[in-house]
């Protein structure tokens, strides 16, 4: 097997340094290993990057790692849809790691002991028109806020690090109410107004919200939630519990939030309607999600057992990573 590293090569911060720590791991343990590391040096160039090391070495085992957030690991996904000879894991180093949150978060995959060990498991994604997502598609407020977060992002005072910020305040006077209509297995859910509605496989959104506390990455359905309009007071009453995941519990928003699983939506809105994928910004006011069951196949590290103290120590073994 191949070990083939993915990487944004003008991140800082702690992503850097985290590269850079990963590459003298490499180098010192596992130099026995075939593995190599690619900067990406555009956007969706690793999209294009997997898909032609796919193509060049059919009869090679390949694991792609997404060292990065959310986005970098939906351009790998991009790359190995349709090759057997590919999988592909996390290394969450980026500024959104939602999707790891499923398996317990991002100190697991960043042990990379434990990583190149990892067992490879089939798990579902999503295709979005001809698009595809592996964690969650959502619209509605939360896309406003990402797309104005995109809009401000270099100006000063509102952008940088006001940039969340900026984009809360604006979806409070603009995204109360969004125009836009959802169907689940042909059932629609609302008359034409919503807050927001997420489509999940992975169960965390925005860094931190347990949309979809239910969801189960290979069962062959999606988790749609959808939130009607409410008063922006008793948003603010729900935002609480819709981090911690007991929004679909809470009896205070039993009539405000609908939940269904299924294999496809259908989302008709108005003009300028947008999704997020992956927490990509898409423009688009029609479009289907489908389930493809057990299409990618994703390494999770094992998780680590007690010790008598307390502490924690790996229950793998680094030698499997060479089957």
Same mark, same amino acid.
């Given at each position: 097997m191949k070990h083939?590293?993915?990487y944004n090569p003008t991140a800082g911060g702690d992503n850097s340094k985290r590269i850079a720590a990963l590459q003298e791991k490499m180098k010192s343990d596992y130099a026995h290993l075939q593995y190599?590391?690619?900067?990406?040096?555009?956007?969706?160039?690793?999209?294009?990057?997997?898909?032609?090391?796919?193509?060049?070495?059919?009869?090679?085992?390949?694991?792609? *790692?997404?060292? !990065?957030?959310d986005g970098? /690991?939906?351009?790998?996904?991009?790359?190995?849809?349709?090759? +057997?000879?590919?999988?592909?894991?996390?290394?969450?180093?980026?500024s959104g790691n939602d999707y790891v949150k499923y398996y317990g978060g991002a100190a697991r995959f960043l042990d990379i002991?434990?990583?190149?060990?990892?067992?490879?498991k089939m798990v579902d994604i999503m295709r979005v028109n001809d698009r595809y997502s592996i964690n969650v598609t959502n619209f509605g407020f939360d896309t406003v806020v990402a797309q104005t977060m995109h809009q401000v992002r270099h100006k000063k005072l509102v952008g940088g690090k006001n940039a969340y910020t900026t984009g809360i305040v604006k979806a409070l006077f603009t995204a109360m109410k969004n125009d836009c209509t959802v169907w689940v297995d042909g059932e629609k859910l609302n008359d034409g107004k919503m807050l927001l509605c997420t489509v999940s496989n992975?169960? *965390?959104?925005? !860094?931190?919200?347990?949309? /979809?506390?239910?969801?189960?990455?290979?069962?062959?359905?999606? +988790?749609?939630?959808?939130?009607?309009?409410?008063?922006?007071?008793?948003?603010?009453k729900l935002i609480g519990v819709y981090k911690q995941g007991k929004h679909l519990d809470d009896p205070r928003f039993k009539n405000l939030i609908t939940y269904r699983r299924g294999k496809s939506v259908r989302v008709v809105a108005g003009?300028?309607?947008?999704?997020?994928?992956?927490?990509?910004?898409?423009?688009?006011?029609?479009?289907?999600?489908?389930?493809?069951?057990?299409?990618?196949?994703?390494?999770?590290?094992?998780?680590?057992?007690?010790?008598?103290?307390?502490?924690?120590?790996?229950?793998?073994?680094p030698e499997a990573a060479t089957v």
């Amino acid at each position: 097997m191949k070990h083939i590293f993915i990487y944004n090569p003008t991140a800082g911060g702690d992503n850097s340094k985290r590269i850079a720590a990963l590459q003298e791991k490499m180098k010192s343990d596992y130099a026995h290993l075939q593995y190599e590391f690619y900067p990406t040096k555009a956007e969706k160039d690793a999209t294009a990057f997997v898909r032609a090391r796919c193509l060049a070495e059919p009869d090679e085992k390949l694991r792609f *790692y997404a060292c !990065g957030g959310d986005g970098t /690991a939906n351009e790998v996904l991009h790359g190995i849809i349709g090759f +057997d000879n590919a999988s592909m894991t996390c290394f969450p180093c980026g500024s959104g790691n939602d999707y790891v949150k499923y398996y317990g978060g991002a100190a697991r995959f960043l042990d990379i002991d434990a990583l190149i060990a990892a067992k490879e498991k089939m798990v579902d994604i999503m295709r979005v028109n001809d698009r595809y997502s592996i964690n969650v598609t959502n619209f509605g407020f939360d896309t406003v806020v990402a797309q104005t977060m995109h809009q401000v992002r270099h100006k000063k005072l509102v952008g940088g690090k006001n940039a969340y910020t900026t984009g809360i305040v604006k979806a409070l006077f603009t995204a109360m109410k969004n125009d836009c209509t959802v169907w689940v297995d042909g059932e629609k859910l609302n008359d034409g107004k919503m807050l927001l509605c997420t489509v999940s496989n992975g169960r *965390y959104v925005g !860094g931190a919200y347990c949309c /979809a506390p239910h969801s189960q990455n290979d069962d062959g359905l999606l +988790d749609i939630c959808l939130v009607k309009p409410l008063s922006r007071l008793t948003l603010v009453k729900l935002i609480g519990v819709y981090k911690q995941g007991k929004h679909l519990d809470d009896p205070r928003f039993k009539n405000l939030i609908t939940y269904r699983r299924g294999k496809s939506v259908r989302v008709v809105a108005g003009e300028g309607f947008g999704y997020t994928l992956d927490g990509e910004v898409v423009s688009c006011s029609d479009f289907t999600i489908e389930i493809c069951p057990a299409a990618v196949r994703f390494a999770v590290p094992a998780e680590s057992s007690p010790t008598r103290d307390g502490e924690q120590e790996p229950s793998h073994t680094p030698e499997a990573a060479t089957v």
